[in-house]
């Protein structure tokens, strides 16, 4: 009987470290989606917001162009000073507006998610284009 709880104890800890070498890859993926599917959610809304409020003319004007970055890092137009980003490490510098003809396209460029063991880089991900509403209510 005691010849088997020292062989116990060794499968014990080879289990033990397979498991947890499973679970933090497990955790890391997890992370690592969760970050990406809530970084889509604010550039979509980033872009639809865009497309509701935008100008009449292709040339971007400042301050919209910050009320749009700022939907998308602080997910709101007008963010209180002590607001944080709804991704973190997503800075204002990471996101970028493009007005076209009749579109609104929303980017973030050279920003990585940092998860646990890995920094994941997305170049030019993700990227949502809205046609703009003529006619919104503001």
Avoid: H, W
Avoid at 46 to 60: D, E, K, M, T
Avoid at 75 to 104: E, Y
């Amino acid at each position: 009987m005691r010849r088997r709880a020292g062989t116990a104890l060794i499968e014990f800890a080879a289990a033990l470290i397979l498991l947890s070498g499973m679970f933090t890859g497990i955790f890391q993926v997890g992370y690592t989606f969760f970050t990406y599917t809530t970084l889509v959610n604010a550039v979509r809304a980033g872009a639809r917001y865009a497309s509701l409020q935008a100008p009449n003319s292709n040339v971007v004007d400042p301050e919209f162009a910050k009320s749009v970055v700022n939907m998308v890092v602080y997910g709101d137009p007008r963010p209180a000073p002590s607001a944080k980003p709804v991704v973190r490490g997503l800075a204002p510098d990471n996101v970028q507006l493009t007005l076209g003809a009749s579109v609104a396209t929303v980017s973030v460029r050279g920003f990585a998610i940092d998860a646990l063991f890995m920094k994941v880089s997305l170049t030019g991900r993700p990227t949502v284009t809205f046609p703009f509403t003529t006619g919104a209510t503001k």
